[in-house]
């Protein structure tokens, strides 16, 4: 499943915000068997290769001081980019991340009016009670159909029960709390996190679908199909409840020897 446009390039975008991962810059020389990974040139520069975007960077070479290896070490001795599938899961699951840390705020700056609410509502009532009757007092000289309207909400803010403001506040409370320690699990990639949100965005879904079935709106409707795309994608992607062979086999190893046994065209980019 490709989720993102076929000519985007998650390698080249995700360099251009965190740097290019290139080793052979940082040797203080070169053997003829880096030649895949970087090249001293005639004019006393070197060309390097990124591993994640595979862009060959122009850079002078270090200097014995600065240089942090004095050859490239093995390849299992570096701290190699995530390039190709893998990284295209971190960025999907950052982006969950991302609208769970939204839910969450939201659900913090409801529960944080309730309680303004609830402090307040003796308040709250009072003034209701009084528009309620001036507006009450008004129904038989004017059309009945805003006041109406009117007169009816204020109704309700006067039944308001602070037992049932309680359990309301509860229940925000829970969520804001549920979905931000979502969105901080998912963004470190834990996955406890995966698993609590697929468990608890699932138990949101009878909700929205009979919310929808009351009243479609185009907001319930995009959140019911983002929260199910969020459901299915874990499940599948990352291979939870046993799905696809589990977490055994979750981790997709990057084939280095094959991406280097295929060198890419120099298109080099100077760097001062």
């Excluded at 308040?123 to 209701?128: C, D, L, S, V």
């Excluded at 909400?153 to 029960?161: G, P, R, T, W």
């Excluded at 979905?179 to 998912?186: H, N, P, R």
């Excluded at 060198?263 to 980019?269: G, K, L, R």
């Amino acid at each position: 499943m490709r989720l993102v446009p076929r000519r985007w390039k998650n390698e080249t975008w995700v360099c251009s915000m965190k740097g290019h991962v290139v080793p052979a810059e940082r040797a203080e020389r070169l053997r003829p068997e880096d030649a895949n990974l970087g090249t001293d040139l005639d004019d006393g520069t070197r060309v390097s290769r990124c591993l994640r975007c595979d862009l060959w960077i122009r850079a002078e070479p270090p200097a014995t001081a600065d240089a942090a290896f004095e050859v490239i070490p093995p390849l299992g001795e570096l701290d190699l980019p995530r390039r190709g599938k893998p990284l295209e899961e971190a960025i999907f699951l950052r982006l969950i991340a991302i609208d769970k840390m939204i839910h969450g705020f939201l659900f913090t700056v409801a529960a944080i009016t309730l309680i303004i609410v609830e402090l307040k509502l003796p308040r709250i009532q009072t003034w209701a009670q009084s528009l309620f009757d001036d507006v009450n007092g008004t129904l038989d000289n004017t059309a009945r159909g805003s006041h109406s309207l009117i007169a009816g909400q204020l109704e309700k803010v006067l039944h308001l029960d602070s037992s049932e403001l309680l359990v309301v506040l509860t229940v925000l409370i829970a969520y804001a709390v549920s979905e931000s320690v979502e969105a901080y699990g998912l963004w470190r990639e834990r996955r406890w996190a995966e698993y609590l949100t697929v468990i608890a965005t699932s138990g949101l879904l009878p909700l929205e679908i009979r919310e929808l079935l009351e009243r479609v709106t185009v907001l319930r409707v995009v959140g019911l199909v983002v929260n199910v795309v969020i459901v299915a994608y874990l499940v599948y992607a990352k291979r939870l409840f046993g799905l696809r062979g589990g977490a055994a086999a979750l981790e997709e190893r990057i084939d280095w020897d094959e991406i280097l046994a295929h060198p890419t065209s120099p298109q080099v980019t100077p760097v001062n």
